[in-house]
Every structure is written in C-alpha cells, then in structure tokens.
C-alpha cells in the first residue's frame, strides 16, 4: 500500500518541527538511494525554485492623494511610464516599459539600460523613485500636475503582480542564419555560434508537477525574496508535454503561473532589474514553489533528474520570428549544464539565462522557511488546468492575411 | 618612445589574414604579441605591444582590414553585488576569462585572462561588467 499524505498531516508535522524538507536537488539522490516508496514515506515536501528574467511582470502601485486631489491620468517614474487608466492614484509599472526617450534600437543594437524592470528594483531597494503625473481637472480632483520624490515605504500598496511567470519549460534559443541575433534570449552569434537556455532545469517548480496535482490557486510561495501566492494560471498556459526516446519520456512544457505578493516585503536580490541588448529591458525573479509530497506519483515527478528534462533546441534566426512550427531537436538538460551541445551535427557552447546557483539558493531559503515552522503549505483553493484539458494557443489573424 | 598597448579584435572574415607580416614589413613597427585567441568561429582577439615610427599608418592599416582596434588603457572589473551568476556572458568572453564552474553553475571571472575586449560589458543584464580607465 502506497503512502498518501494530506496538507493537513504535512503542516502539522511542519508546526511540530517535524517535517523533512529536501530541495529538488536534494530529492533525487534521496531517491536513487532509498526509492520511491520509502523516499515518499520520509520526505514531506520538495522545494523547488528559479531565479531568470520573467518580462510578464509588474506592480500596482497606489500613491496617495495629494493636496489637492488629483486623477493622476497619466504617470511616469524616473521617466518611465506607468499604466494609470485605472482609479485616481493607482498605477501599474511593467517590466519591458520604457522611458519615452529610450534610444530603443535607433543605435543597434540598443542598450535598454533603464526600465520598468529597473524601476520595481530601485523601489525594493529603498531608492527614491522620481513620480511626475498629469491628468485633466475635474470637479472632485482638480489638480493636474504633480511631482514627487517617493520611497516604497511612503505609498500606500505596492503588489507585485506578474500575470505570466515560471515558463514550465523553455526553448533552447540558436541562430542558424548569417549575422549576429540580438534577442529576448540574448545576444546569438551567427552559425549555430552559441545557444542559450532559461530554466533552472531540476530545479523548476513547474518542471516538477508537470500535472499541475499541488500547484494551484493560492498556492504559498517564494516570490522576490517575500512570500507571495499562485494568483491564476498565467497568461499563455498551454500545458502538455514534450515526448523523447520514442515517447518513453516526456517532459512538461508550455504552463505558466500568475503571481501576485506584497512588494514591500521583498528584497532587490531576487528582484532585479535587466537589459537585453538589442531587445528590451525586463525583470528578473525569484520564484520558489513548495511541493507537497502527498503520494509517490508526485514525489516521482518532483524527483526529476536533468538527465530525464528535456527542452526543445529552436532557431531564432527565422522559425520563431516567423511563427513556424519546427525545431532543430531536443537536450536534456543535464547536457545543456555541461555548456556544450550538439545541434545540426555541430558543437555549440551554451548559457543559461537564468541562474541555477540563485535557483538552488531559492530552493534552500524556502526549506529553511518551512524547517522554521515559518511557513505553512496551502492547499490550492482551485487546481489549474492541466496538460489533459488540451488547452492550445490561438494565432492572431491579421487584416493582411485575410 | 614606449610601446603602446593595444587590443585588436578579427572577425571570422579577416582573422585569417597575414595582419602581423605587413605590421612589421610595411610599417617597420616592434611587435610584441602579448596574448591572442581564436575562437570555434574563427573570432580572434589579440593584444599587442607596437612602436615605432608609423604606428599611425599600421592602425589605419588595420582599420582599413575591418579590424576593431581598441587602446588598452583601461581594466574591467565584475561588480560582484550585480553578478546574478546567470552565465549569459560565459559564451561570448573570447578567453574564457568569464567561465561557468561546475558543477556549482557559479561564474569565475579570471581577470589574468581578461583583455578588455568589452563584449561582456554589453551582454550583461544586469550590468555586472564595468570598464575602469
């Protein structure tokens, strides 16, 4: 009789300092060594985490009225606009904006040096942040322009929100064509030059509930440093699965999560701000996501190996840009962690865009939370679609192709 | 009159040329090749010691071959509060100088083996790399 556990008896035991905790790392030598079964019986939860560049990311912010009120219809901070089509001194700074006199890729390819992502990190780190607001006057908020010097610690709510975050899986980006690629996935030298990847591979919360059983609606979480939950399912959640060796594995690829937590919680270490030359700038973040070990099924998921994660190897030189279907093949990702791999009959260095040492950091935190009895296990209040529901992407179909 | 350092960086098109035979026959210049690389792509860096009396033509000579010349009177340095240890600037350091170590997946940066070609200073996302004159 396999061992099935409820959240219930995992947080007791957590409250009692009783719980064993491994990070996802951790778990697949516990695994190897003692097996599914007994490994299922002893360990309680898996931590897992991920720390890389998420651009669907972002914060309402609110400000508090100013003397005389004001709508605030429009808002920038350190030049960079913020979305304020929403109630009187509310607004929302997303990561890739930026400041209006932003070079972009006038000088290609461009720097990106400052942008929404770098100004979520300057409010989490303390810095003053320059607010400027127009609106138009009305009877109840007459005012119309404004400036500030603001703090996180002044405003009133700052929630970070990020409506799609942990990309369960992600391509192996490389460039088969002529010249030099400066993309989302880095800068991508021409022939087969190099490749970059951006999971934390073993270590990836969705990678490791491929079934989405423990990760759902409320889910507790790391998020930037602070404690955050699993709002929705993310933008672009398509589930399913990547087949390998013929369909004897697969890996999950194509969910996604929505996040949501308290930004003055959070800490600029796992919320920092990034520039990709050539593309844009955007947010990196820190996210750790406990997995419950409720029965073998999913500590056997949660106790992926690199060797047995896959992702798929796509050329950025023209099949993503053009929104082809196709790929040059798939890599392991313990092959990816060796930093050469082979595409096209080629040897190609590889990075990662993300960092696995930040990642294993992340994963570490979270445990040492729970061990605390700091940090309780919520049961999702709704499970999100998972990859047997078959959600599929839509194209968009423009007028020209009418 | 002392040597000035510079760094010279060949694209896959040019780094298969003679460029040191005409430095030293055709402008007469001392050459002292202190460290030079190339790499699976048939990129090359090279840093040099040169004087002599038409060290201006020999770098508008290597100008005119489609080589980047770079002085090299400045260092760079990692901030190491940035470093985020990604490892996107690892696979495009020409020297190894940036290299992941494994398996810990940290970033070591070996400054010994740096020549300030400046490539990572872009690269980074998090503005880790800086350049000190």
């Known amino acids: 009789m396999s061992i099935e556990k409820t959240y219930k008896q995992i947080n007791e035991k957590i409250k009692a300092g009783k719980a064993v905790v491994l990070t996802a790392e951790e778990v697949i030598g516990r695994v190897m060594e003692k097996g599914l079964s007994q490994t299922a019986k002893e360990v309680d939860v898996v931590t897992t985490g991920t720390f890389g560049p998420m651009c669907s990311s972002g914060a309402f912010l609110n400000f508090g009225h100013t003397t005389p009120r004001m709508k605030m219809g429009k808002v920038w901070l350190n030049d960079v606009p913020a979305y304020a089509g929403i109630a009187a001194v509310d607004a929302y700074i997303g990561a890739t904006e930026l400041k209006e006199t932003d070079p972009r890729n006038n000088n290609h390819p461009g720097d990106f040096s400052y942008g929404g992502g770098h100004v979520i990190e300057d409010l989490v780190a303390g810095r003053p942040v320059k607010l400027r607001a127009e609106s138009y006057g009305t009877d109840c908020y007459p005012r119309r322009e404004a400036e500030a010097d603001l703090r996180l610690e002044d405003i009133n709510e700052a929630i970070l929100f990020n409506p799609r975050n942990c990309y369960q899986n992600y391509n192996c980006a490389v460039n088969t064509g002529d010249k030099t690629i400066y993309t989302y996935m880095g800068t991508l030298k021409a022939r087969l030059g190099n490749g970059h990847y951006s999971t934390s591979g073993q270590l990836s919360p969705l990678l490791k509930d491929p079934y989405f059983r423990t990760i759902g609606i409320g889910t507790r979480i790391f998020l930037g440093g602070g404690i955050g939950y699993v709002a929705w399912y993310g933008t672009q959640h398509f589930p399913g699965f990547i087949s390998y060796e013929d369909g004897q594995g697969k890996t999950g690829a194509g969910g996604t999560l929505s996040l949501i937590g308290d930004l003055k919680q959070m800490d600029a270490k796992w919320l920092t701000g990034a520039s990709f030359q050539g593309y844009g700038s955007t947010l990196n973040v820190g996210v750790g996501i406990p997995i419950p070990i409720l029965n073998e099924e999913i500590l056997a998921y949660a106790a992926k190996p690199d060797k047995d994660l896959y992702a798929p190897i796509v050329d950025y030189s023209s099949s993503y840009p053009n929104n082809e279907a196709g790929r040059l093949g798939l890599v392991s990702y313990a092959d990816l962690k060796t930093g050469l791999i082979k595409v096209n009959g080629k040897e190609v260095p590889v990075a990662p865009l993300s960092s696995y040492s930040r990642a294993k950091e992340i994963a570490h935190i979270l445990k040492d939370w729970i061990l605390k009895g700091d940090f309780l296990l919520t049961e999702p209040v709704d499970l999100l679609p998972g990859p047997d529901q078959g959600l599929k992407g839509k194209a968009l179909k423009t007028k020209d192709q009418e | ?133």
């Open chain 2, 1 to 133: 009159m002392s040597p000035e350092k510079i760094v010279l960086r060949f694209s896959s098109e040019n780094s298969d040329k003679p460029i040191i035979y005409h430095l030293a026959k055709d402008y007469d210049l001392i050459i002292n090749i202190v460290k030079a690389t190339i790499n699976p792509h048939k990129e090359g860096t090279m840093v040099l010691e040169l004087t002599g009396e038409k060290y201006n033509e020999g770098i508008e000579f290597l100008r005119q071959q489609g080589i980047k010349v770079d002085s090299l009177c400045q260092e760079i340095i990692r901030n190491e509060d940035k470093c985020t240890h990604c490892g996107a600037c690892t696979v495009h350091c020409p020297t190894d100088a940036l290299h992941m170590k494994r398996p810990e997946m940290e970033i070591v940066f070996n400054r010994a083996e740096c020549i300030i070609c400046q490539v990572c200073v872009g690269i980074c996302p998090v503005k880790a790399m800086e350049v000190r004159i």
